[in-house]
Each structure stands twice: as C-alpha cells, then as structure tokens.
C-alpha cells in the first residue's frame, strides 16, 4: 500500500484529500487494490483552474534564468525522490521495477533538466540527451505559434 495509501490532489501548492467519492487503484501486476483515488468534482477543478491561472500571472514575468533554475529545483525534487516515484509508477502500471527505476524515472527527470537547457539556448530544433544508463534519447521540437 502506499505511504498513506490516499492519492488525493495538488492546488495551489497544497495536498487535498477531498472530492465526491474515492475508488482504488489497483495493481495491474498483482490484482489488488494499493490505493485510494479521491475522485474530484466539478467545485475541485474550478479551484484548480483558479489556481493555475494564479499560478501563471504569478510567473509568466520570470525570466529565463529563473524559469530554468526552477525547471532545475524540480528535478533535483525528482531525483532526490526517485525510489518513491518508481514504486508508485510500479505500482499503478505494473511494469518491472527496472524498467521504471532506471528507464522511466530518470527520463522524466532528465527532461526537466533538458527543458531547463533549452530554454536558455532556444532556438534548437533537435539535440540528445544522455540517459543516467549511458544511453542517449533524441529530443525534437516542433515550435507551433499560438495565436
């Protein structure tokens, strides 16, 4: 079961446990339930719009060394947590323990890390980046404007 076996919701910098009904999570790999899922409501996602438009006029001024200082913080966060992450996404896809700890997690932080890079180099259109196993993964982009 998960620490607390809740998952519940992020708004605004908060951890809630709350909404309408909650339902397991089940383990594909074992058959079981492993979690609670607090199910949200239409009220919850009004307050996480709100919060997220809050969140953007609170940062849409940062510059882009701040942007990328942050992009960095959250992937140090990542890293620091890796285990705990791995076996919560073990957990909820049922894939190996390897294949999450030492493929998926550290491609999702070193993503962070990568859009960090970029956003200070921009523009590029493609560049590798190195895996934490030695490997390397190709990185497009495909800037489309909006608006």
């Known amino acids: 079961?998960?620490?607390?076996?809740?998952?519940?919701?992020?708004?605004?910098?908060?951890?809630?446990?709350?909404?309408?009904?909650?339902?397991?999570d089940h383990d594909p790999?074992?058959?079981?339930?492993?979690?609670?899922?607090?199910?949200?409501?239409?009220?919850l996602v009004e307050d996480a719009v709100a919060a997220a438009r809050r969140a953007f006029l609170a940062n849409r001024d940062r510059t882009v060394e701040e942007r990328a200082r942050m992009l960095e913080r959250i992937a140090d966060a990542m890293d620091s947590a890796a285990d705990l992450l791995a076996e919560d996404e073990m957990r909820d896809t049922g894939k190996p323990w390897a294949q999450v700890?030492?493929?998926?997690?550290?491609?999702?932080?070193?993503?962070?890390?990568?859009?960090?890079?970029?956003?200070?180099?921009?523009?590029?259109?493609?560049?590798?980046?190195?895996?934490?196993?030695?490997?390397?993964?190709?990185?497009?982009?495909?800037?489309?404007p909006k608006g």
């Open 101 to 144: 700890r030492f493929q998926e997690v550290p491609r999702a932080i070193e993503q962070f890390r990568l859009f960090a890079r970029l956003i200070r180099v921009w523009p590029l259109e493609a560049f590798e980046t190195e895996l934490a196993d030695g490997r390397r993964a190709l990185n497009t982009l495909h800037p489309v």
């Open 1 to 24: 079961m998960r620490r607390d076996g809740m998952i519940g919701h992020w708004i605004a910098g908060r951890r809630l446990r709350k909404g309408p009904a909650c339902f397991p």
């Open 29 to 43: 790999a074992r058959g079981e339930p492993w979690a609670e899922v607090h199910a949200a409501d239409r009220a």
